[in-house]
């Protein structure tokens, strides 16, 4: 991970926003009107932590349709652990997310199918 990588990581999980972005969107996938009221925050706020966020694979993006036939952005986040790691010769950042039950299920079901 390069300096900028790290310091961008750092500097987006210094933002109160980003954060509460973060643990809204952990509880279900929300769209940026809804983080927006939730948050007390501008949408535009919302779109640039979000943008964010997503460049470094903390907040995953899903597009949706409505019944007019609008898109929009759906917004979800899974529980993530990040451990910031600094020893004399160099500093790190760890993401790991834990996996939802859905996703471990159908990779389950998958793999028996191939046996």
Same mark, same amino acid.
């Given at each position: 991970?390069?300096?900028e %990588? &790290?310091?961008?990581?750092l500097?987006?999980?210094s933002?109160?926003?980003?954060r509460?972005?973060l643990?809204e +969107? #952990? ?9 927006? %009221?939730?948050?007390?925050?501008? +949408? ?14 903390? &907040?995953?993006?899903? #597009?949706?349709?409505? %019944?007019?036939?609008h898109?929009?952005?759906i ?5 993530t ?16 997310k ?9 990779e389950?079901?998958n793999?028996?199918r191939d046996q």
């Amino acid at each position: 991970m390069t300096d900028e %990588e &790290l310091s961008g990581i750092l500097n987006i999980l210094s933002d109160e926003y980003a954060r509460t972005i973060l643990q809204e +969107t #952990m509880k279900r996938p929300m769209s940026a009107d809804e983080l927006s %009221e939730i948050c007390n925050i501008s +949408t535009q706020t919302v779109y640039r932590r979000t943008d964010k966020l997503s460049s470094y694979g903390l &907040l995953d993006t899903e #597009m949706e349709y409505d %019944e007019d036939g609008h898109h929009f952005q759906i917004y979800s986040a899974d529980p993530t652990q990040i451990v910031i790691g600094i020893s004399e010769e160099d500093a790190n950042v760890t993401i790991s997310k834990r996996e939802r039950m859905a996703d471990r299920f159908s990779e389950f079901i998958n793999q028996v199918r191939d046996q």
